[in-house]
């Protein structure tokens, strides 16, 4: 019997050790190590926030809000200058308003809620934080009261409900006070000839512009009433007779704007009562849409004042424009928006200057320079000082998705020659935008030491921008328009979008703004975007199997593009393809301004979308691949060299660039399904054991990685010699062969191409080209190029190699040769130019092949398997997303190391080294039910990443603990604008504004000083004045102790 069960537990043990995974543990010193080179941080969103709902500006620090309907807030000022966060409960923010000058907002949610959000700042590491919230009005029992509209009023805070009542929140303790402006009290005060059965709820609230202790109150059915708080009555009031939509005050404070639903405005005079000034419909006579927002601001000098208000349009020929309307006197300009126009704001030297004390209010120019518009898709900004009121660059805040993006690439470390061309060739293609600097410039940022980074975009319309992702902001830099090079996207001009000139039919209407989804012709779609820094090449390809090769000039020249054709089925009988024609390029010579100019096209046959690019720019060729096959092309003679049909016989009847199915027979598939099932039940209990093993981050060692060591890691080295130790093995899932039962993808997709210098025989290295596909195949070409002075007489050639098939047959996603020193082979060029170190080219060359289910490594050119890791086998998850990364030490530059950056279907990240293939990080980084987060994601070769959060916004994150770029940036208040909490607010009712005696000084978290303390008397009793005088203290009152009415 014991011999039986020595038996059993032998077999058991060998079939353990064949599954198990497992590699030795690591030393102390590369603990420690690790937490130098990697570190995950999500620190940015880079582009538009998605569903914006709310506007506002704080003119005295120059801050810019939005809040979104998923309650996220965000607050910008200059360049690099953002303060971010989100609600807890995620709710619409409906509402958003500032406390000048305090670097406060207070929001206001779909709930009913109110939340006072503060910034503060420590150094220049500054928090947007909320303090306090505000939620009584429906929490405290009774039938819930609806804010419909909120104010800044003094130091008070106005709420107007839809029952018509206005109540007063003190910003200090954020708690309602007593006094109530009830419907009934106003009832009461106004003539008879105004009272109404029913004002409605509370439309609008103004504060008076030179009284302090009025304001106005406009109810939705047309009546306003001019409140005095101090004596606690109606000044004035005044009845419109159509629905009332806004409010806005004159600077002199003696007259005043109502916008209305029916299109009109009405002048008010405050001394002439009841009876209105004027009463306009700009766009009348015909019915026309409300005016929901109107500002009246003066000009500068003797010049006519400013009328801006949106909406108004006549409803049967422009009831579908999205407008905000400028009026100058006899100057008048609609803004004509491709979406809907949510808030705006006027920005006023007024409001931002200190102003002279010896002025009266009333003679004060507002004097506006500059309109911020939100809208649902974008955020416009027009220059209200230049001629014709150009737009401005955004330097945050962009429209990513003006047009949908397709495709996306990363390049780190541009040379300055090339960055100046873009930036020069970016200034001449956006011309006709403002020359004047960003208007708002709240904030300060931290000097730091910038990398020129850029991200590439392509998009539907077939444009590639050029973003500058060096720092915090997302600056437009540059566009290619590659639909003008065809003539079905072909235009005379090559303008930056978003502006045009109107004629005379459209007058007032003008164009404006970048968002535009709609696109004339899917083919013009961008699939894959390749720069090369050093050679200033740019390669695009595109949906109908077009690849563009572009050369950055610093002149205008005119052009005619050559088109060179390659057929990737060649004379397949069974082909007949049944996709979309081929673009028709543009004959003739073109003007082509300074910037990217294109040199010559491909045109792959048949016209499928590029699935995968690769260029190299010292041997002048590319090679591109789609579903049907991968040709080589030789952009120096303008010739096609080689094409590579990868159909397999059961795929050549599938001639649709969508649909190429293996005709399984039911009974067939019917199987294969009970298979699965089968096989999920049984791993199932294997999952839950293995489940929480499987979650945790490994960090396998890695003893043979190259890297630039300094002195002082070298010494660390020898303090910490490493110990050996047993992992948590790992339980193997079984692995479905793929091939023709496989999920129905296309087989035949080219994944991956890359060129490599390597060894295909053992004594000789040469150019090569490498190539994966959907079906787990891998082709090596070589390739034989011509001397360097023949290099344009004689041709290139190239032959098949080598290949390989692996064993499940799983899509290969990434090829790359690695050196004798487990370096991958650096880009073209790069030697040269010193921007890389020259790899080892002595032999014992590596070929890491990366599938969706593993990565494995082959000895050049035997191709002997030497290494793996099987993703799919440990974890159920699949490779997406896959790049090498170099990281950094955060402690000492001089040390790096170079790895694998992953991301799985499953939203995780994870860095393995190249030598053993040993995992030394895991992140849950993105929702595993985010499909298009995941498929957007790029892992940029710095160890960061970007994908889309939403349509219109990347979240970008970092791997690398010495890489992060994040907001550096504070905000700096004057003393005395935050009262401490528990301190009592006084008024001093004699102090002198003329002789201040404030420092500026930096808000920290729990710094106050004295000189915060202002005192309200409607605070404190007669006797704690006079203690407050004697003493320069304050008595405390119970809680319980309700505080007087300010009345």
């Known amino acids: 019997m014991s011999s039986l069960f020595s038996f059993i537990r032998h077999r058991y043990d060998k079939i353990k050790g064949d599954t198990v995974h497992s590699h030795p543990k690591e030393s102390d010193f590369r603990q420690k190590l690790k937490k130098e080179l990697y570190e995950y941080n999500q620190v940015l969103h880079h582009g538009f926030p998605t569903k914006p709902s709310a506007l506002a500006y704080d003119p005295s620090l120059q801050l810019l809000a939005i809040a979104t309907k998923h309650g996220a807030l965000r607050v910008y000022g200059a360049p690099d200058v953002e303060f971010c966060s989100t609600h807890e409960s995620e709710e619409t923010v409906t509402q958003l308003l500032f406390i000048p000058g305090e670097g406060r907002l207070v929001s206001l949610t779909c709930d009913n809620v109110l939340h006072l959000w503060e910034i503060n700042s420590d150094d220049f590491n500054s928090t947007l934080e909320e303090k306090k919230t505000f939620d009584e009005f429906t929490s405290d029992g009774s039938k819930p009261k609806a804010i419909s509209v909120i104010s800044i009023f003094d130091k008070k805070l106005l709420l107007g409900t839809e029952d018509g009542d206005v109540h007063l929140l003190n910003l200090h303790s954020f708690k309602i006070t007593d006094q109530v402006i009830s419907q009934d009290v106003i009832m009461q005060n106004v003539p008879e000839d105004c009272k109404v059965v029913s004002t409605g709820s509370v439309e609008a609230l103004q504060a008076h512009p030179t ?17 005095d708080l101090k004596e606690n009555k109606a000044d004035v009031t005044f009845n419109a007779s159509q629905q009332l939509e806004s409010l806005c005050w004159n ?24 009876q209105p000034k004027e009463e306009c419909i700009p766009y009348g006579p015909f019915p026309c849409k409300a005016i929901s927002k109107i500002d009246w601001k003066t000009a500068e000098g003797d010049n006519e004042p400013f009328m801006i208000f949106s909406g108004g349009m006549a409803r049967g020929s422009y009831g579908d424009k999205f407008t905000v309307s400028v009026i100058q006197g006899e100057k008048h300009v609609t803004f004509d928006f491709t979406s809907r126009v949510l808030d705006y704001t006027v920005l006023c030297k007024a409001d931002e200057e200190p102003t002279d004390p010896g002025l009266e209010a009333g003679s004060i120019r507002d004097i506006p320079h500059s309109i911020i518009v939100l809208l649902e898709e974008e955020i416009v900004a027009i220059d209200l000082l ?16 003006a047009s949908a993006i397709t495709a996306s690439s990363h390049v780190s470390n541009v040379p300055e020659s090339l960055w100046k061309k873009i930036i020069d060739a970016g200034n001449q293609l956006f011309s006709s935008y403002s020359k004047r600097e960003w208007p708002i410039r709240g904030g300060e940022k931290q000097e730091t030491r910038k990398s020129r980074d850029i991200l590439l975009t392509g998009h539907e319309d077939g444009s590639v921008k050029f973003w500058n992702v060096s720092s915090v902001s997302m600056e437009l830099m540059y566009k290619v328009n590659t639909a003008s090079y065809f003539e079905e996207g072909f235009t005379e001009s090559d303008d930056a979008d978003g502006i045009r000139e109107p004629t005379e039919d459209e007058e007032p209407f003008r164009k404006i703004g970048h968002f535009d989804p709609y696109t004339d012709d899917p083919r013009l779609g961008v699939q894959r975007i390749f720069l090369c820094p050093v050679s200033d090449i740019l390669v695009v390809a595109g949906t109908a199997g077009q690849v563009i090769v572009l050369q950055m000039e610093r002149e205008q020249r005119e052009l005619d593009i050559k088109v060179s054709k390659v057929n990737l089925v060649g004379d397949r009988d069974n082909f007949v393809w049944k996709g979309h024609n081929s673009l028709t390029v543009v004959s003739g010579d073109v003007r082509y301004n300074q910037g990217f100019q294109p040199q010559c096209i491909l045109q792959m046959s048949p016209p499928a979308a590029c699935t995968a690019l690769s260029v190299h720019t010292e041997w002048q060729l590319l090679s591109a691949g789609t579903a049907h096959g991968f040709c080589l092309f030789d952009f120096c003679q303008r010739r096609s060299i080689s094409a590579t049909c990868t159909l397999s016989a059961t795929e050549t009847s599938a001639t649709d660039d969508s649909s190429m199915s293996r005709r399984k027979s039911f009974k067939k598939s019917l199987r294969e399904s009970f298979r699965r099932l089968r096989r999920r039940r049984s791993m199932g209990k294997t999952k839950k054991e293995s489940g929480a093993s499987n979650r945790l981050q490994e960090m396998k060692s890695d003893d043979g990685q190259r890297a630039i060591s300094s002195p002082k890691m070298q010494a660390g080295r020898k303090l910490a010699p490493p110990t050996i130790e047993e992992d948590m093995p790992h339980a193997e899932r079984a692995i479905e062969e793929r091939g023709a039962s496989g999920d129905g993808s296309q087989c035949s997709m080219v994944r991956c191409l890359q060129f490599a210098d390597t060894y295909l025989t053992a004594t000789v290295h040469s150019p090569s080209l490498l190539a994966g596909t959907n079906a787990g195949k891998v082709y090596i070409f070589s390739i034989v190029l011509p001397a360097y002075d023949k290099r344009d007489q004689e041709d290139v050639t190239a032959r098949l190699s080598k290949e390989i098939t692996l064993r499940h047959q799983a899509p290969v996603i990434g090829l790359s040769i690695i050196d004798g020193t487990y370096y991958p082979l650096p880009l073209a060029l790069e030697v040269q130019n010193g921007r890389a170190k020259a790899p080892d080219m002595s032999g014992n060359h590596k070929l890491l092949v990366i599938s969706e289910e593993q990565f494995k490594l082959f000895a050049m050119p035997t191709l002997k398997p030497e290494d793996k890791w099987k993703l799919t086998a440990h974890e159920g998850s699949r490779t997406r997303k896959v790049a090498t990364c170099t990281f950094r030490s955060r402690s000492d530059e001089q040390y790096n190391e170079m790895n694998i950056a992953c991301m799985t279907n499953m939203g995780q990240l994870s860095v393995y080294t190249i030598k053993g293939l040993r995992r030394q990080m895991n992140i849950d980084a993105i929702n595993k039910i985010d499909i298009n987060g995941i498929a957007s994601c790029i892992l940029a070769s710095t160890g960061e990443g970007f994908y889309l959060s939403s349509s219109s916004e990347y979240a970008r994150f970092s791997l690398s603990a010495a890489k992060v770029v994040k907001p550096a940036c504070k905000l700096t208040l004057k003393d005395g604008l935050r009262t401490p909490e528990g301190t009592p607010q006084i008024i001093i009712e004699n102090y002198d504004e003329t002789h201040p005696t404030s420092r500026d000084s930096v808000v920290s978290r729990g710094e106050l000083s004295a000189a915060d303390m202002s005192l309200r008397s409607a605070d404190m009793t007669q006797d704690e004045v006079v203690d407050y005088a004697q003493n320069g203290r304050t008595n405390q009152r119970s809680a319980d102790q309700p505080p007087l009415a300010s009345s």
Not at 211 to 227: E, S, T
Not at 386 to 401: K, M, T
């Open 211 to 227: 009284n302090k202790d009025k304001f106005l109150i406009g109810y939705d059915r047309g009546l306003i009433v001019l409140w």
């Open 251 to 274: 600077r002199n404070g003696k007259e005043f704007l109502s916008s209305h639903s029916d299109g009109s405005y009405v002048h008010w005079v405050v001394d002439d009562g009841n």
């Open 386 to 401: 230049s001629n014709g009121w150009p737009p401005f660059r955004l330097p945050y805040g962009n429209s990513i998705h």
